[in-house]
């Protein structure tokens, strides 16, 4: 366990995986390869205004951290719901180093929670269909600043996939029929909940499942028709919050995955390993980001570090004094995930102040990049158009310009606290708050409103 794990959230922290999806899709968390650039369309406007651009906020009920995911002209969310104490129930025993451990913001192990999916027209904000999951007690506690559906969910086009940790995998068509569910075992999330999303690869669901101390780590891919078990592998990393990206690399399809001890790229066919290389030695947030034949590390606690490691490695790369083409040791948060954009790499502390680097070599373009707006960070960076966005936990949000000197374009509010990472379709952002979905872009849409609620998604 990293040796001062005051973990803010156990929330949003990591993206989708590259899968099958319409182009103009946003079919998981960052997009549709992670990356959390929109690869076409416009993109935000720069002048974005709620009076102007809300088309609709729809209500939801429940509190979650799941970044909204757009298919085919429909939104999927998940939620949780906290119901009543339940007598005789509570969290398993953590410990380190051989002594107890109890997080002091470790809450509502011992509370019914019901885990909902829900789905929504991208349009007009109307619920189409709202399932409920799972309900009943949990088998670990959560982060009092987190949620119990902070994983964000993925879909294929056909189908959608949720995962609440401890409380099961569950499949739906687009539809909203179930389809088939699945519990991989009780992870132990050192009391803060679970945050790595997951990851779809050629007809297999990949969830990396990071535990307390790490002897009971796991990486497990499941048939995303059936959710049977297809592999699963043993991971010698302590517990995490960093969803996996994948990456193709001169034909070889690599799954990099984050951790304190190790970062590990596997096969994502069979689970193998290709190469691991000395880890963060920080808390695992932050999702991978590839450039050309780079992989990027980053993390923001304890410490602050960014690495990048050649694609082409292959084997225990652990002692080499020649893994990493190139090292940096400032600049990021802590549960903020960076964006790599057109070559530059955007960093962000907790504050939103702006590093840009070349990711290609790590050298600093420019430092201390300032926005309109103050106040603390939970929201991943997103981008499109060649413009950039950033949410704070209060729901201000600014837009600066991608490239090689910091531009600020405009800033607004959504009046209400932001956790989760927003998606982009389009000329469309859907911006997730504490009590409502946003969906802002063009208002002329037909049917929009600018004003109250098109659904109540109980």
Known sequence: MSKSLHLLLAATFAAAPAIAAESNDWPGFRGTDGSGIARSGPGPAADLDLDRHLLWKAKIEGRGHSSPVISDGKVFLTTAIVGDVIPGAGPPEHSFGGQPFKHPQAVDG????????????????????????YAGRVYDDRHSASSYASPTPVTDGERVYAYFGSEGVYAYTVNGEPVWERDIGNIKTVGLGVGTSPVLHDGLL???????????????????????EIWKRKRPVQASWATPVLVEHEGQEQLLTSGYEFVIAYDPEDGSELWRATGLQNNAIHIPMTVDDLA???????????????????GDLIGSDEVRAWTYRKGTGYVPSNLLYDGLLYLTNDGGVIT???????????????LPIRGRYSASMVGGGGRILMVNTDGDAALFRAGREHEVLGNFSVGESVWATPAIVGDRLYIRGSEHL??????????ATATGSRSDAP
Not at 115 to 130: E, F, N, P, T
Not at 356 to 370: M, N, P, Q, S, W
Not at 438 to 445: E, I, P, Q, T, V
């Open 110 to 133: 011992n509370r019914h929670h019901t885990m909902k999916v829900i789905a929504l027209d991208a349009d007009h904000g109307d619920l189409l269909w709202s399932h409920t999951a």
């Open 206 to 228: 990949i969830i990396l499942a990071d535990e307390d101390s790490g002897d009971d780590s796991f990486i497990v891919a499941l048939d995303a028709t059936t959710g049977e």
């Open 296 to 314: 990027v590390f980053t993390s923001g606690y304890p410490g602050k570090v960014v690495f990048a490691i050649p694609l082409a490695s292959r």
């Open 356 to 370: 840009c680097l070349d990711a290609r070599t790590g050298e600093v373009v420019y430092e201390g990049g300032r």
């Open 438 to 447: 946003f969906a802002l872009g063009s208002a002329s849409k037909e049917g």
